[in-house]
């Protein structure tokens, strides 16, 4: 798939000068060739005041904090919290990458990484910045109500951007559980999205109310995750989930998943 980069703005943030080259180069092949470079959290929050890009790739493990830091201070800046953000590392540790994914990233790319890998991340980026491919099916998307239930208001604001462009726009939120319950006994939903790790009642939970105790038991429940437990991802399957897709999750994945969820629903 040829993918349409050369008008998108750049910030790459990566201390070591060969992974800045290295890197530079990839994301030329891909297409994106304006690309500005930092290689500390404090010189791309510079950078962004100057100018806010489209998308930042940044490494995890800058010389003045991470990653994780970045994406923070930037979904806390009302300018830049719908910019999209990749990150690129060889940590594969869930404890150091939970963070940054309940933060909102467009993707997650490993060192090294495949131009495959590369493309797949940048489409998703596409899609998150509503660049992406039109979808004939959007157009039933936008009557019908989501309730978006996660603890993380970040990663409420990211998943609420790739709702939107899918094509939904009425979507209630819900900071857990129980407040996605009380929602529930009133107000009709046609789709529920959540996440799995939540306080006062977590993603299982919630699954298992809606289809044991709710009087909308049918409804289409996805889950997003970074759970990567497969003993408790199994028991959700077993509660009644509709599917299950990682976070980051991208907008095409969630268009198969919904696709088979409304489908499975009708029949």
């Not at 050369?6 to 990566?14: N, P, R, W």
């Not at 490993?110 to 004939?136: C, E, H, I, M």
């Not at 979507?171 to 789709?191: K, N």
Request: with cysteine.
């Amino acid at each position: 798939m040829s993918l349409d980069l050369s008008h998108l703005d750049a910030l790459l943030v990566e201390p070591s000068p060969t992974q800045q080259r290295i890197i530079r180069e990839l994301v030329a092949t891909a297409g994106l060739l304006r690309v500005r470079e930092a290689g500390s959290m404090s010189e791309a929050l510079e950078r962004m005041r100057e100018k806010a890009p489209d998308v930042v790739i940044s490494a995890l493990y800058l010389p003045d904090a991470d990653g994780t830091d970045l994406v923070r201070a930037m979904r806390d800046t009302p300018a830049l919290q719908h910019v999209a953000f990749v990150l690129v590392s060889s940590e594969t540790r869930p404890q150091a990458l939970d963070p940054v994914r309940q933060s909102g990233v467009c993707g997650i790319l490993p060192k090294p990484f495949s131009g495959l890998q590369l493309q797949r991340v940048l489409l998703a980026t596409l899609d998150y910045l509503g660049d992406g491919a039109a979808n004939d099916d959007d157009a039933e998307y936008d009557a019908m109500r989501v309730l978006l239930v996660d603890d993380s208001a970040n990663a409420r604001r990211f998943m609420r951007r790739v709702l939107e462009s899918v094509g939904f726009v009425d979507i209630v939120e819900a900071e857990d559980g129980r407040s996605a319950v009380d929602l529930l006994d009133r107000t009709l939903f046609d789709l529920v999205v959540t996440d799995y790790n939540m306080p006062e009642m977590d993603g299982r939970a919630l699954v298992e109310y809606v289809r044991q105790q709710s009087w909308q038991a049918s409804v289409p429940i996805l889950m997003v995750t970074s759970e990567s437990d497969m003993g408790r991802l199994a028991a959700v399957e077993q509660a009644g989930v509709s599917g299950i897709c990682d976070k980051p999750f991208e907008p095409a994945m969630l268009r198969g998943l919904l696709k088979g969820a409304l489908q499975q629903r009708a029949a």
